[in-house]
Structures are given as structure tokens and as C-alpha cells.
């Protein structure tokens, strides 16, 4: 029976390049002594007998792989997505042609990215311990919000900022300088290496272990000085440290969460900022809700989110509009499995496209789940962990630009309005452009709130 791949299970990149290696190493030596054509054949005709040797070792029962498109030797469907800025439309239509893909859902990956059984990072960042960081995130979102005022053309950055010197503070006890900190821009650079770096298709190391890798004086790599003098604030390092964990977990952990936080929270406001400016009525309404609760004579704070019911609404709308991670973080079976009467061997990469799929919110019966809309945290024990912390930040800077400005289309050189077009990063993490402009909000006496 012929052998297709789905597009959502592609082999590792790393034993496709181990295998193209040993037989580009055979092809240059015979290549010495005979004709092209020659050595074409011979090295197509290892593969197969190699594949063949293999196949038949993992998978005695000779099932099928699961359905896919038409795949070349070799490199598979690598080259297949026709849209390689926004890989989820074509997963999205491959999972519609060939593979139910919520039910591999179900499957219990056991992908080890990074080392994770410290026990304190999932403490720091369990939800009990969310009661802690609130006055931490109040300062950081108000700094964000008087930032806006002074330079409010460079909206992202300051979205940014906001979210990178929660997580510095958090991760590493670190008070990131207000502008412009060194330590932030080299995370900044080794995340978005890492970001873009998911694919199969990509050109970098498409797995976390990156980290390890990463030079000394990478954050993360400090940490022990800062235990040395004793001076060093709470954080998932510090903790860590006085655990005794191993330098290079530690590492792994700081770094990783790092980079899973700081692109995923900003990417989230800038699609909050852009539903802003796309439904000014949803503003006005939830503006409204905010100044009913406050008075219009403070900031709103974390006490307030039980009784701002639109807002929450906007939130969660915001979140499931603009999927952060459309394919979620692909996860790498560590052996091989038999799946609905398919074979999925082992080291295969699979991807979950929660992009768009309604059906997620339909139960079996045809009734709406309870689910709200939460996927874009990932699932199974590998969930996100920063999950709570996320939703806080981002709550709280949503409902603080609300309360102190109105958002709007920036406006050009000559007083017309940009207008917007939506447009999709592509990666693991996707993020907007917004063009966005904010102005103290009539409702209230804008950064005098803050007093
Ligand atoms: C809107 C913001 C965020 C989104 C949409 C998001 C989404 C995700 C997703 C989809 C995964 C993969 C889950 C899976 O493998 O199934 C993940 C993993 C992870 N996230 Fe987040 N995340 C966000 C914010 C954060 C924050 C603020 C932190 C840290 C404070 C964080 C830390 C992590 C870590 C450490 C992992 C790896 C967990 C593991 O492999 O066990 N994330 N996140």
C-alpha cells in the first residue's frame, strides 16, 4: 500500500538531515568513479531499501501513515505549504481534506523541550501565586500607560516594554531599564531566533533545546552573581537557585519562559489594540462599563474584573480573534504509535491547528461546551504555563488603556485617518501591525489617574 504523509505529522528535520547527510556522504565518494545518472540511482535506491529496512522494524503490521497530500522523497511535503507567511491556512485546509485533527488531541506526547520538572516555576506561576505580582503588574501598566502619553507613535514598543519587564521581574528579579535595556534587547533577539525557528520548513534548530546553547552572558546566565551578593529580589531563578536546581535547568527554564511570554502577551495586546480601532462601538461600550465601576476617579485594578462583564467578554473575544499561536507549539512523538488504524512513527513533528475550528465548541450532541475559548494556551499537561500571568497582564493593560485613552486610526501628514490592514507575522507566534493612535479619553482625566 502506498505510504502518505499528513501534513500535520512531518518528520523530525533532524533525521531528515541526518539521513540526507549519510547518503550525500556516499554519493560525493562514488561520484569519484562513476557517471551522474549512476550515482542518482544508486542513492534514491538506498533511501527506499533503508526506508523499507525501517518501515518494516517500526511498523511490522505495515498500517498506513495517516492521509495527506503527496509528499516527495526525501524532504516529505516540506515544500508544501503554498503559504509559508501564514502556514495555518494551509494546515487548515490539509486538515479539512485529510485529518480530523482535534482528536489527535488525545494523544499523550511526551515532548521534552526543556527539562521540566522544576517544581518552582509551575509554584511561581500557579494561580494562588498571581495574588503576588498585582502590585507589580499595576506599576509596570501604569508606566506603560505614561509611556504611551509621552511617545504615543510607538505604541508596540511600549507594549512591549510592558510586557518583557513584567516577566524580567518575575523570572529573574530583574528591573528592566525604562528604555532601551541591554538585557531585554539580546533576550529579544534570541527569542525571535527562536520563534521563527519552529517550523520544520525553517532554517535554525526548530526545537527549544536551543537555550542551552545560548552564550553566557544571555539572561539567565547572570543569575549567579546575583545569588553571590544575596541581593537578589524573589524570583523563578532565585527560587531555583536556593533549590539547588542545575545551572543549565535553570537556564532552560528562564530562558524558555522568557521567550514564551514577552511576543505571546505583546502579540495579544496589539490584536486587542487593532479590534479597538476595527470596532470602535465595542470600545465606547466597554469604556463605558469601566467608568461606571470606577467612577471615572481611578484606575481600575485587579478587584474590579468580576464586575466588568463586557470587558471580560472583549477579552476572551480578543484572545480566540486573533489566535496567538495558530498552531500551538509543535510537539515530537518520542516513539512510534498506532492511531486510528494509522502509523505515526517516532520523531514525528505534530502540529495542532487550533487556527479556526468552530467545532471545538460543539459537544457530540450538538450542544455548546462549556469551553471558553482557552485553547490558545495549548493543551495536555504541556499547557501553558504563564497562563495565568498572561491573562492578568493582559487584562489589566486592556483595561487600563480603555480607562485613560481612546484608540483610534493614526492619522497621516495631512489629517486623513490610515486605514488598516490587517496583516499577519509569520512564525510560530503571530502578531498584528496595528496602526494605532490613542488620545486621552474624554471620560476620563487620562494619565491624572495615575497620580
Ligand atoms: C497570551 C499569552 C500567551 C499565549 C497565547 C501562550 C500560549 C502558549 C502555548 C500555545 C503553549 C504550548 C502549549 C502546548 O505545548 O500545548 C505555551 C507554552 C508555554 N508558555 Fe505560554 N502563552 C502565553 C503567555 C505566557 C507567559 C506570560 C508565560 C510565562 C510567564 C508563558 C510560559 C510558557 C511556558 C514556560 C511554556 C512551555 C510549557 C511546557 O512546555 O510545558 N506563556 N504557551
Avoid at 416 to 427: F, H, K, L, S
Wanted: charged content about 15%; glycine content about 8%.
Amino acid at each position: 500500500m502506498a505510504h502518505r504523509r499528513s501534513p500535520f505529522i512531518r518528520r523530525s528535520g533532524l533525521g531528515c538531515e541526518r539521513l540526507e547527510y549519510r547518503h550525500f556522504r556516499i554519493t560525493s565518494t562514488l561520484m569519484l568513479d562513476f557517471s551522474y545518472p549512476v550515482v542518482l540511482v544508486l542513492f534514491v535506491f538506498s533511501i527506499l531499501v533503508e526506508r523499507y529496512i525501517k518501515k518494516n522494524k517500526d511498523n511490522p503490521a505495515g498500517l498506513p501513515l495517516p492521509p495527506g497530500p503527496p509528499r516527495l522523497p526525501i524532504v516529505g511535503n516540506l515544500f508544501g505549504s503554498k503559504d509559508l507567511g501564514a502556514q495555518w491556512l494551509t494546515y487548515a485546509e490539509w486538515g479539512r481534506k485529510y485529518v480530523l485533527m482535534v482528536k489527535l488531541m488525545d494523544w499523550s506526547f511526551n515532548v521534552g523541550f526543556i527539562p521540566y520538572g522544576p517544581s518552582s516555576m509551575h509554584q511561581a506561576l500557579n494561580p494562588q501565586a498571581m495574588l503576588s505580582y498585582q502590585g507589580l503588574q499595576l506599576s509596570k501598566v501604569h508606566q506603560m500607560i505614561r509611556n504611551i502619553l509621552v511617545i504615543p507613535h510607538e505604541m508596540e514598543a511600549h507594549l512591549r516594554t510592558f510586557t518583557a519587564s513584567t516577566i524580567m521581574q518575575v523570572v529573574y528579579g530583574y528591573e528592566m531599564a525604562p528604555q532601551d535595556d541591554l538585557f531585554a534587547s539580546i533576550a529579544d533577539r534570541a527569542s525571535e531566533m527562536l520563534t521563527n525557528s519552529f517550523f520544520p520548513g525553517a532554517a535554525l534548530v526548530n526545537t527549544f533545546p536551543m537555550f542551552q546553547y545560548l552564550p553566557e552572558w544571555c539572561p539567565g546566565a547572570g543569575f549567579k552573581n546575583l545569588h553571590a551578593n544575596g541581593t537578589a529580589p524573589q524570583s523563578i531563578v532565585s527560587q531555583m537557585i536556593q533549590k539547588h536546581e542545575e545551572e543549565a535547568v535553570i537556564k532552560a527554564v528562564a530562558g524558555t519562559t522568557y521567550a514564551a511570554a514577552v511576543e505571546t502577551s505583546s502579540s495579544a495586546l496589539s490584536a486587542f489594540m487593532m479590534a479597538m480601532i476595527m470596532f470602535p462601538e465595542v470600545q465606547k461600550t466597554a469604556q463605558a462599563e469601566i467608568d461606571h465601576v470606577t467612577g471615572g476617579t481611578r484606575m481600575p485594578d485587579f478587584g474590579d474584573r468580576e464586575s466588568m462583564v463586557y470587558l471580560e467578554a472583549t477579552y476572551r473575544k480578543v484572545l480566540r480573534w486573533c489566535q496567538v499561536t495558530p498552531l500551538g507549539v509543535p510537539h515530537m512523538t518520542t516513539e512510534s504509535d498506532v492511531y486510528n488504524g494509522y502509523f505515526i512513527p517516532k520523531d514525528t513533528i505534530v502540529f495542532a491547528n487550533i487556527w479556526f475550528m468552530p467545532e471545538r465548541f460543539i459537544q457530540e450532541d450538538g450542544t455548546l461546551s462549556d469551553d471558553l475559548g482557552q485553547q490558545q494556551f495549548g493543551f495536555g499537561r504541556r499547557i501553558c504555563v504563564g497562563k495565568y500571568l498572561a491573562e492578568a497582564s493582559v487584562w489589566i493593560a486592556m483595561v487600563s488603556i480603555l480607562a485613560v485613552f481612546d484608540v483610534k486610526k493614526a492619522m497621516d501628514e495631512f489629517g486623513g485617518e490610515i486605514d488598516i490592514t490587517p496583516q499577519y507575522t509569520p512564525g510560530v507566534i503571530m502578531s498584528q501591525k496595528a496602526v494605532a493612535m490613542v488620545q486621552p479619553a474624554p471620560s476620563s482625566t487620562g494619565c491624572g489617574l495615575l497620580a
